[in-house]
């Protein structure tokens, strides 16, 4: 499929890109920029040969990808219907960036913000993995890159801890610290790879992003001071 092509019926959107119906079971990301999608495409591929839980790839050209609709929900969108398994979904998601990091990067996959031969996914994150009948499966490949797994880890903190919680129901948002915190805690308890050392790259990192909102740049800020007075200490 190609940019010029209409698309299917809109059925989810993120802050980059549009999700579409395109039937027969499959589905359109399209981003909303220019950009060459066949190197994720071709990188879920690998993961997917791998043994790793990624959608099926079907085509990849320019700014679209069609990928495989997963019947499920988002592993955040979950929170908002069972919130009690906020640590639960802590380890799940440190199993997926333990499994991810066995991974040896393929050649010419672009080197992280912190170099290594690990693919990394740099948004493995609770929006990114959804919950299928099946098992997780992570999506949104777009940053995958070769680098260090504490770089993953230590990013994946970094979001989880200053996004903004519009996506869970108005009455949770008033107790989603506790939540986020129990995730996290968690999530970090479980993980193989220590971030510490890696927070405050991993934040200026996450402040190049354009999508980010004002208020998740001074979360990001204090975390990344924080961080160089731990290490400066």
Not at 121 to 141: K, R, Y
Request: proline share 7%; hydrophobic share 45%; net charge neutral.
């Amino acid at each position: 499929m190609v940019a010029s092509e209409s698309p299917g019926r809109l059925i989810g959107a993120g802050r980059s890109a549009d999700i579409y119906d395109v039937g027969n079971n499959r589905v359109l990301r399209r981003y909303r920029t220019d950009r060459d999608t066949r190197s994720e495409a071709e990188l879920m591929i690998y993961l997917a040969q791998a043994g790793y839980p990624v959608p099926a790839v079907y085509d990849a050209s320019g700014p679209d990808i069609v990928m495989e609709r997963l019947n499920g929900r988002d592993m955040i969108a979950d929170f908002g219907i069972r919130p009690w398994l906020a640590g639960k979904y802590g380890r799940m998601l440190a199993d997926l960036h333990n499994r991810l990091h066995q991974i040896d990067a393929p050649p010419g996959l672009p080197q992280a913000f912190e170099a290594g031969d690990k693919v990394v996914h740099l948004d493995l994150h609770p929006a990114n993995v959804m919950l299928t009948a099946s098992g997780p499966l992570v999506i949104d490949w777009s940053n995958g890159a070769a680098g260090a797994p504490a770089a993953d880890v230590a990013m994946a903190y970094v979001i989880v801890a200053t996004s903004e919680t519009d996506l869970l129901p108005a009455p949770l948002r008033a107790v989603v610290a506790p939540l986020r915190a129990a995730h996290l805690r968690q999530f970090l308890a479980a993980a193989r790879d220590d971030p510490g050392a890696m927070l405050a790259s991993a934040a200026r990192n996450r402040l190049t992003d354009r999508n980010i909102r004002p208020s998740e740049v001074k979360k990001l800020r204090r975390i990344a001071d924080r961080a160089d007075r731990v290490g400066a200490g």
